[in-house]
């Protein structure tokens, strides 16, 4: 079984400070991890991924993420927000024993002010 | 340009009349896939395709039914919707495995009255 927590359902943040969304996984398997954007109207987007490699993942756009096992942790960063961020981030586990299947988590909507 | 297509992207339609949504990559995906989207659910999984003629349900697929006939085309068929099938409708596409990211298109919004 498999499942995902994405900690904050909104995060405000101003122009040119950090980011951070949180996500918690829970994974009966060595799951690979993905964050996705939505912008309005449009489809996901993938900004990066985790597949046991590398712990620290560098995605599009600035983003990173840090796989952390002992906390069951993906946390998504940026350094400096851009008014382009403002969107829905989904964080997403998959594991080949589990068929293949993604579970989302419920999203995190990001609002930048400027 | 490589692309998940779906059609149409805004369709308003009254309880019980039979719809398709068609959904087609161009990629030469081997698998691909139906969400539903709704306000702090986020994304689940409706049916998906591993390949061609081979079909799997997902999380919520009650009410809903899919083909797989060629590889590129999979559609999402309501024989008779609900208004509780009012919501935003994805599909997606990748090459397969755990480590293959998804390519959507980009949405169609269903209202069934």
């Known amino acids: 079984a498999q499942s995902v927590t994405q900690l904050d359902s909104h995060v405000s943040v101003s122009e040119g400070t950090p980011v951070l969304l949180r996500c918690n996984y829970s994974?009966?398997?060595?799951?690979?991890l993905f964050w996705y954007v939505q912008h309005p109207n449009k489809g996901l987007q993938l900004l990066l991924k985790y597949t046991s490699a590398a712990t620290l993942v560098k995605g599009i756009n600035g983003f990173e993420a840090e796989f952390k096992k002992s906390e069951t942790s993906f946390h998504l960063t940026k350094p400096s927000a851009h008014m382009s961020d403002a969107a829905e981030y989904f964080c997403?586990?998959?594991?080949?024993?589990?068929?293949?299947?993604?579970?989302f988590g419920g999203g995190t909507r990001v609002l930048v002010k400027p | 340009e490589a692309q998940v297509t779906q059609n149409p992207r805004y369709l308003i339609t009254v309880t019980g009349k039979k719809l398709t949504v068609t959904c087609s990559q161009n990629?030469?995906?081997?698998?691909m896939s139906w969400y539903r989207q709704d306000p702090g659910l986020g994304l689940r999984q409706i049916y998906y395709s591993m390949n061609v003629e081979v079909t799997d349900k997902g999380d919520v697929p009650e009410g809903y039914k899919v083909s797989r006939k060629e590889k590129r085309n999979f559609p999402l068929i309501l024989e008779s919707p609900s208004p509780n099938q009012t919501s935003l409708y994805f599909c997606?596409?990748?090459?397969?495995?755990?480590?293959?990211?998804?390519?959507f298109g980009n949405g169609t919004r269903l209202t069934v009255t």
């Open positions: 997606a596409s990748s090459q397969g495995g755990n480590n293959s990211p998804l390519h």
């Open positions: 994974s009966s398997y060595s799951p690979s």
């Open positions: 997403v586990v998959s594991a080949l024993a589990a068929g293949n299947k993604l579970t």
């Open positions: 990629m030469n995906h081997e698998y």
